[in-house]
């Protein structure tokens, strides 16, 4: 399944209140499919059926300067489950 826009604006919004420096900035968007862990399904002795997971990443960029005029990237990473819901925020120094 994809994420379609009004998914990545409800993100946005809730990326805009919580952290207003990121309000405004386009996130690059990338999916990432995650394939079953049969190894630990073995090892704990589960009958759960296997299945493949998607996550999606948003990953918000701003440049800013330092005191000493040196530009760094501030970033900021959304992590979201199948459900478009926000399953952990990351963000840099």
């Given amino acids: 399944m994809l994420i379609d ?15 207003p420096e990121f309000k405004g ?6 999916e990432k499919e995650i394939k079953p862990q049969d190894e630990i399904f073995r090892k ?10 998607h996550i999606y990443r948003l990953k918000f960029i701003k440049v800013v300067q ?6 760094i990237d501030r ?3 959304v992590t979201l489950d199948e459900n478009f819901e926000i399953i952990k925020i990351t963000e840099s120094r």
């Avoid at 826009?5 to 952290?19: F, N």
């Avoid at 900035?25 to 990338?30: D, F, G, L, R, S």
């Avoid at 330092?66 to 530009?71: I, S």
């Fill in 66 to 71: 330092t005191e000493d005029r040196v530009p």
């Fill in 5 to 19: 826009r009004m998914h990545i604006d409800k993100v946005m919004k809730k990326i805009a209140k919580e952290y």
């Fill in 25 to 30: 900035i386009k996130p690059k968007i990338t």
């Fill in 75 to 77: 970033i900021l990473m």
């Fill in 44 to 53: 704990l002795d589960l009958g759960v059926p296997k299945q493949f997971r």
